[in-house]
């Protein structure tokens, strides 16, 4: 045999694979795999994968439990339904007061209710308001005079006035920020008696009542919304009565 033969034999033989080495390493996974906890542990690994790609897309990173903040001058019937965690907040908001009447008057009553979703038929039918075709769940409480006249409004809490303004539908409108995410809502105003970045103590007189497009029907009244963290919130459950 010549030389060159044997040189490309030896070449042949040292590139192909060891049959021991692939033996070995077949046996090796064998074994791993044979390994009671191996498949638990792939199983979960994926699954913890699976789980934050899940959370991280649904979320966006953010604790799902965050509020979501708003200012609706009328807020949703399902808001209505479960105002009892914007009550805690109404407690702390402001130490040392409770909410009180939005007024000094034992002739003033109220000309239209909250609507509470968990009331009777009636109690629901009759805290709706129509405007333009359409019925909404009336979440605040209108308070008129007995005789029909105008009124002072006062500041229901301690707190900063954020808007101080007309609106086409409402009148106009005074809107109070106070501590703990509570702010405190008044429109069907005239004659406005503070402005935009006041501070006002409680009592303290804010507006007269008038009269608003969206409820022509109750003449001069008051219209006194509650919202905790942008939610309504009853305020018959949270007055302070005279």
Known sequence: MS??????????EAS???????????SGLKR?????WVFPAVYMAAAAIIVTILWLNGTG?????EPVSGQPSIASEEAAASPSASEEAVEAAVPGEAL????DSEDITV???YYNASGSAEERQAAVVEYDNKFTPH?????????????????ALSGKVTVAEKSPINGYEVQIEHAGGLKTVYQSLTDLKVQVGDEVKQGDTIAMADRSEMEQNEGIHL???VLSNGQSVDPNSLMKKQ
């Open 3 to 12: 030389d060159q033969n044997k040189t490309t034999r030896k070449i042949e």
């Open 16 to 26: 192909k694979p060891s049959a021991g080495a692939s033996q070995n390493q077949t």
């Open 32 to 36: 791993l795999f044979s390994k009671r």
């Open 61 to 65: 990173g953010k604790d799902p439990q």
């Open 100 to 103: 009180r009447m939005p007024f």
């Open 111 to 113: 000309s239209l209710p």
């Open 139 to 155: 979440t605040a409480l209108d308070f008129s005079h007995k005789d029909g006249k105008t009124f002072e409004v006062l500041a």
């Open 223 to 225: 219209h006194f919304e």
